[in-house]
T-cell receptor, first 111, second 115 residues
Framework: DAKTTQPTSMDCAEGRAANLPCNHS???????VYWYRQIHSQGPQYIIH???NNETNEMASLIITEDRKSSTLILPHATLRDTAVYYC????????????FGQGTTLQVKP | EAQVTQNPRYLITVTGKKLTVTCSQN?????MSWYRQDPGLGLRQIYY???????DKGDVPEGYKVSRKEKRNFPLILESPSPNQTSLYFC??????????????FGPGTRLTVT
């Protein structure tokens, strides 16, 4: 599975959009981009995933560049409850199902 | 409500006393997995199961056992716990099969302390 690079931390004002970048320059054609978050030692929570097209669900939007070497997770109206560690994971279906969690980005939403 | 449950949520035990952490999912998922999370090391996979009676080692299986007798349950067994197994444990499940990739659902975690 391709390695990802994320900023260590980011701040965002409450009510504003939070844009979390992720670089995955070695991604393969059959690898998906997944985003999970973990709120203070709770179980990681799935947010969104995509292959090449932009995706949107009730939680967030995922923008993947045309060359697929980077992506951005967008939380359109961040709230204090969105303060968490956000993990960008690139993976394909595998026999182990293993998710490789890097260090992630600690997003601090401030009032 | 679709969910993964773990019990107990918190456990303090002593070295050598066998314990079991239960995990159950109500989504009819075939795939289940156990992770441990330690400061500075992130989440690491302990064991996983692709289906009933099919289990395999993850990255850090030493000192752990699992079983998968029913689709919904995947207990983690520590036959002789040691202090280095003090950690935060997560169970996960997914509809993932060998050919398709799906999101994984995680339980709330079990914080284990071995003294």
């Amino acid at each position: 599975d391709a390695k990802t690079t994320q900023p260590t931390s980011m701040d965002c004002a409450e009510g504003r959009a939070a844009n979390l970048p992720c670089n995955h320059s070695t991604i393969s054609g059959n690898e998906y981009v997944y985003w999970y978050r973990q709120i203070h030692s709770q179980g990681p929570q799935y947010i969104i995933h995509g292959l090449k097209n932009n995706e949107t669900n009730e939680m967030a939007s995922l923008i993947i560049t045309e060359d697929r070497k980077s992506s951005t997770l967008i939380l359109p109206h961040a709230t204090l409850r969105d303060t968490a560690v956000y993990y960008c994971i690139v993976r394909r279906s595998s026999n182990t199902g293993k998710l490789i969690f890097g260090q992630g980005t600690t997003l601090q939403v401030k009032p | 409500e679709a969910q993964v449950t773990q019990n107990p949520r918190y456990l303090i035990t002593v070295t050598g006393k066998k314990l079991t952490v239960t995990c159950s999912q109500n989504m009819n998922h075939e795939y289940m997995s156990w992770y441990r999370q330690d400061p500075g090391l992130g989440l690491r996979q302990i064991y996983y199961s692709m289906n009933v009676e099919v289990t395999d080692k993850g990255d850090v299986p030493e000192g752990y056992k699992v079983s998968r007798k029913e689709k919904r349950n995947f207990p983690l067994i520590l036959e002789s716990p040691s202090p280095n197994q003090t950690s935060l444990y997560f169970c996960a499940s997914s509809a993932e099969t060998g050919g398709l990739s799906y999101e994984q659902y995680f339980g709330p975690g079990t914080r284990l302390t071995v003294t």
